[in-house]
């Protein structure tokens, strides 16, 4: 896969802009460029300057100038691909971008692929592999948390503590292979407590990365949150309200929303993808059923589930004394305990999704009633209970700390090696699983034929995540899903 061809690509995003910057990458980068540049200061020839430099002048084509530009020049090995690298500010025009482009391909550079900067960047040994997916990953970050995680294994994080293991265990392997070699002699050279030692370690650090992928994944993909409950508790104008933007229709009609809304926004640097559902209830309208029915489909997927009551709907509408009654009578049950069996149902449906108990309009009931009402939630077991006012934005704030406290942090918080790219997570269980094996075998004595073979296949599995042990089939997967110019 390694290509001395020149290639070019818009390094920014495509559209009009203030600037735009072209990248050119390979061995006749420089002089490509220099065949089509014009200095503001004389005859200054690009391919005598110092590497790291940048230079005012113009694009020519011919005699015609096409624009003035900064160029930039990164040479070889010292640039992010390796090679010659020269990078091109130009005004943000997309003629001009164009026009700049196809110069360069006329000239005799080639379109750059998708990801092939990153590419070149690790088949010349600039980064690993992991390092080059986090490339990735940090261009698509969205929140705080994303952009970290994305950092810690740019700067090789993850592969530096996936690196240091599979250099232990080879030297270990090597003394083991030895030992086949002497086998008539039935000799150790491998210290089989120091093994074991070494095994344990290594089993420990994989349990702890294949553990932080669930939170990882999250952090990485969005938190999906399930608003559920009864058509007209105001899920749609909670929506909007955490959102801050009209993104449901909210109206006064039961079953105004009839298929799933879905946002998404930053709450304490993480990403929470809200989706919006159609009111649950028994209905003969055929839209209707289909979008209830999308409604438990979206639950199934969701992290959290919010689950709104409507605090107005479980006051008795009869007056008694001049006051609203704490409990309404209904078909022989109250409402709280009718709303009660419902969550319950809920909750034993989906009893590892955490459930947060929203009383929504609590500004429309009495303070003594929001109290009445969360005491007799309480027999909700598992649930989080929260009275709010989605118009009025009152314990909205309060729902945002709750909904990060379901996110297990601590690890992010600690600066600890968080697994979020899922080839790496599957490298990691098939690893783990070797390294059991090999675990095993110590324990029951297991010649070290056999054990090497176990050993063999976890520094295999080890190697693929850093890129060590990589196919071509494997490359093209993961750069095909980079923007060009990256």
């Known amino acids: 896969m390694i290509n001395n061809d020149t290639i070019v690509a818009l390094a920014t995003a495509s559209g ?11 061995i006749d980068a420089i002089t490509f460029v220099d065949k089509h540049f014009r200095s ?22 011919g005699e015609r100038e096409i624009d003035e530009v900064l160029v930039s020049i990164f040479k070889n090995p010292n640039s992010y691909t390796g090679e010659n690298v020269v990078e091109i500010s130009c005004h943000g025009s997309q003629y001009i971008q164009q026009e700049i482009i196809q110069l360069f391909l006329r000239a005799g550079c080639r379109m750059a692929d998708a990801g092939e900067f990153t590419l070149r960047a690790f088949l010349n040994g600039k980064l690993d592999l992991s390092q080059a997916e986090a490339i990735a990953d940090l261009i698509a970050s969205d929140n705080a948390a994303s952009h970290k995680i994305a950092m810690q294994q740019m700067r090789g994080g993850f592969s530096s ?12 392997a090597s003394l083991i292979e030895l030992e086949l070699d002497f086998a008539e002699e039935d000799v150790e050279f491998a210290d089989r407590t120091q093994f074991k030692e070494l095994i344990d370690r290594i089993s420990f650090v994989l349990k702890r990365l294949i553990d932080s992928f669930a939170v990882g994944n999250v952090i990485k993909n969005g938190i999906p949150v399930a608003i559920v409950g009864e058509p007209n508790v105001g899920k749609s104008t909670l929506l909007n309200t955490l959102l801050n933007e009209e993104r449901a229709i909210v109206s006064d009609i039961a079953g105004t929303t009839r ?41 199934e997927q969701a992290q959290v589930i919010i689950y709104l009551l409507d605090s107005t709907k479980l006051q008795d509408p009869e007056q008694t004394d001049g006051h609203k009654s704490m409990i309404a009578e209904f078909n022989g049950y109250t409402a709280i305990d009718t709303s009660v069996v419902e969550i319950n149902k809920l909750r034993n449906k989906f009893p590892q999704t955490p459930l947060l108990v929203i009383s929504n309009k609590i500004d429309q009931v009495p303070e003594a009633f929001t109290a009445f009402l969360s005491k007799r939630l309480q027999a909700i077991e598992g649930a989080h209970l929260l009275p709010i006012s989605a118009k009025k934005g009152i314990g909205i704030e309060e729902l945002k700390d709750t909904l990060v406290s379901f996110v ?45 073979i176990d050993i063999r296949q976890a520094l295999h599995h080890f190697g693929e995540i850093t890129g060590e042990i990589t196919t071509d089939d494997l490359l093209g997967n993961i750069f095909a899903n980079f923007c060009i110019g990256k």
């Open 16 to 26: 009009s802009g203030a600037i735009a910057v072209i990248r050119l990458s390979g």
């Open 40 to 61: 503001v200061k004389g005859n200054k020839s690009l391919i005598n300057q110092k590497s790291h430099s940048i230079h005012l002048g113009h694009i020519i084509d």
């Open 161 to 172: 503590e996936i690196a240091k293991l599979r250099v232990e265990l080879m030297n270990f």
């Open 259 to 299: 298929d799933t809304i879905e946002d998404e926004i930053s709450i304490g640097g993480i990403g929470f993808r809200f989706i919006d559902t159609a009111g649950i209830r028994e209905t003969k309208d055929v839209v209707e059923s289909i979008g209830i029915q999308k409604t438990f489909e979206k639950i």
């Open 408 to 452: 297990n942090a601590g690890a992010l918080r600690n600066n600890e090696t968080i697994v979020t790219n899922t080839r790496h997570y599957d490298s990691l269980l098939k690893a783990f699983e070797e390294i059991q094996k090999v675990s095993y075998g110590l324990d029951s004595g297991l010649s070290g034929d056999l054990m090497a």
